[in-house]
């Protein structure tokens, strides 16, 4: 964070000091959990469903904060916001436990403060990435792309509402040459609130699927709202949109923005061509540019991440990276969020694939071929755990339906469904073909860990893929616990 006085805060978020004289400088980081304060930084007083960061701002100053950024007084020196009244607050400035307004507006004075640092930084390359999956990936392949370019500056793992957005904002500094940014949304309207704290120069969007339909209603409104990113765009802006997506495609006509198409299709300015993926998953390709071709294997696990990587190299070559640059160091990334793709093998030898950070019916479709391919031309079973996807509205039956009939078709081994929420995937499956007992429904984590405690065999892949709420990477975790059979490990 660029350096400000307690009264440049309160100018710039509307705000008045308490406690406090103006000229007290932060100089570090903005925080939202006092237990992470340093020397010098700024604590957002955010209050909770559980607890209330109003109670914590005289201890935050003690661990070493300047101030705090609260909406009502407290025992430290401070920067006061109004509350925002009831008939004001926006959908996007929602929190659990936000009776008074006061998160509203320590959420509104934040998106403020980010954006005035984002104004005091002109030489900043601002990237946003919005997708109803692969958001957090790709965010994290732009990083590394542009990292060798310029000190970068992205979210650690999802950090793209509107607490999180602002927070990674302000990690940036006058250092800063690339702001990398995952948006997401709950609703029409909330990417385009996420883009008034930070305007992007470079807009991704990399799909539009089933996720969040329980909010959303249809893919088209999905469409409306991730669209809202390339909407927000300069004309000497770049949108970087997927041109295997007729809903992403179609954005071309709502920004004035210059329009790079990725993906396989023929039309699409960064391609890929001669897709192979080899025994663990891991995809080669060749990367076709208007400037050449280069050949690419990235050491990711699954083909989906292909379009991740295009969307990644079209915002590297927009910024100046050459194409052997970028397919020399697509060769080198690495998976940096936690439970995306991870894979490892037990002590039992076991091959784990632990993707249970989120799921929706793409993602899990994803998923389940890639497990095939890592089990193709080798004597080994291909298991799959997977638990309910969740925030699917009236297709909740119908997608888990669909899920259980493809993993039936994609001779998947055995599936264990995990939870009574994802019973029309077991029920699906059963029905399909000829299944008797590969397909099983179990009540919760516990119980599946303790079938595949009871079954695996040295050789077998087990993937386990739910929405976060279900907590599956337990699953993975118990299999490293005990090495993965019957024997747990003392």
Not at 49 to 61: C, L, P, Y
Not at 70 to 76: C, F, G, P, Q, S
Request: hydrophobic content about 45%; proline content about 5%; aromatic content about 2%.
């Amino acid at each position: 964070m660029i350096r400000l006085s307690l009264a440049d805060i309160a100018s710039a978020v509307g705000g008045r000091l308490h406690r406090a004289e103006g000229s007290e400088i932060v100089g570090a980081g903005v925080e939202f959990d006092s237990r992470k304060i340093t020397d010098g930084g700024l604590f957002v007083a955010v209050p909770g469903e559980r607890v209330d960061g109003h109670d914590f701002a005289a201890q935050a100053i003690t661990d070493g904060a300047t101030g705090v950024l609260a909406a009502r007084e407290v025992d430290a020196p401070a920067v006061l916001v109004s509350t925002v009244p009831v008939e004001e607050r926006s959908s996007a400035m929602a929190l659990a436990g936000d009776t008074d307004g006061t998160g509203a507006a320590v959420l509104g004075g934040l998106a403020k403060l980010a954006r005035h640092v984002v104004d005091q930084l002109p030489n900043l390359a601002v990237v946003g990435v919005t997708g109803s999956s692969g958001k957090t990936s790709t965010k994290d392949l732009i990083a590394q792309l542009l990292t060798p370019m310029g000190p970068t500056v992205a979210p650690p793992g999802s950090f793209n509402n509107e607490l999180g957005h602002p927070w990674t904002v302000l990690r940036a500094d006058e250092q800063t040459r690339h702001l990398v940014l995952e948006l997401s949304a709950r609703g029409v309207g909330h990417i385009a609130s996420l883009c008034e704290v930070a305007p992007p120069s470079i807009g991704v969007v990399l799909n539009v699927g089933h996720a969040h339909l329980g909010e959303f209603g249809s893919q088209e409104a999905v469409a409306q709202a991730k669209g809202e990113l390339v909407e927000s765009l300069p004309e000497d802006g770049v949108a970087v949109l997927n041109a295997d997506d007729p809903l992403v495609a179609a954005m071309a006509e709502r920004t004035r923005a210059r329009v790079v198409l990725v993906g396989e299709s023929p039309n699409a300015h960064v391609r890929a061509e001669d897709l192979e993926v080899d025994e663990f998953a891991r995809p080669t390709f060749t990367l076709v540019t208007e400037s050449g071709k280069e050949t690419v294997t990235l050491p990711l696990v699954g083909e989906h991440h292909v379009g991740n990587a295009l969307s990644a190299a079209a915002v590297a070559l927009e910024l100046g990276a050459t194409l052997p640059q970028v397919a020399e160091r697509l060769g080198t990334v690495q998976r940096v969020s936690a439970r995306r793709m991870e894979v490892a093998e037990t002590p039992s030898g076991v091959t784990v694939v632990n993707d249970a950070y989120n799921a929706n019916p793409e993602s899990v479709r994803a998923a389940l071929k890639t497990l095939v391919s890592m089990t193709r031309g080798r004597p080994a079973r291909a298991w799959a755990v997977l638990g309910p996807m969740a925030e699917l509205g009236d297709a909740d039956v119908e997608a888990h339906d669909e899920i259980g009939r493809l993993a039936v078709r994609l001779n998947i081994d055995r599936l264990v469904v995990v939870g009574e929420q994802a019973r029309a995937m077991h029920q699906a499956a059963s029905l399909e073909g000829s299944w008797g007992e590969e397909s099983v429904l179990v009540p919760d984590v516990d119980a599946a860990v303790a079938l595949l405690r009871a079954e695996l065999r040295p050789g077998d892949v087990v993937l386990t893929k739910a929405s976060n709420s279900a907590g599956l990477w337990r699953v993975a975790e118990a299999l490293f616990a005990d090495g993965g059979n019957g024997e747990q490990q003392q």
